[in-house]
């Protein structure tokens, strides 16, 4: 399992359709959203293939501006605890 969190920033007065676009992508989720259109996620996907794909999609949202990744772990055994 991959999680990891990015900011992603929206074009002036597209943070409604932006959020609207991550709320659905699958394994995405939103956490805060400033008033200048940045907008705090995490992503958890199955493997690497599936995170650089999501990655991706966010990229290509309309509104979107970029998207940087902020953290990233792989957890190879998510189940078992440290």
């Known amino acids: 399992m991959n999680i990891s969190s990015a900011i992603v920033h929206a074009r002036p007065g597209h943070a409604e359709a932006v959020k ?3 709320a659905i992508l699958e ?3 939103i956490h805060a959203v400033s008033p200048e259109g940045k907008i705090i996620v995490t992503i958890e996907t199955e493997d690497d293939r599936s995170n650089v794909a999501t990655y ?3 990229g290509t949202l309309e ?3 970029s998207a940087a990744m902020v953290y990233h772990q ?5 189940d078992k605890e440290i």
């Open 74 to 78: 792989t957890e190879s055994e998510p």
């Open 56 to 58: 991706e999609c966010i």
């Open 63 to 65: 509104g979107v501006m």
């Open 27 to 29: 394994g995405v989720e």
């Open 20 to 22: 609207a676009g991550l």
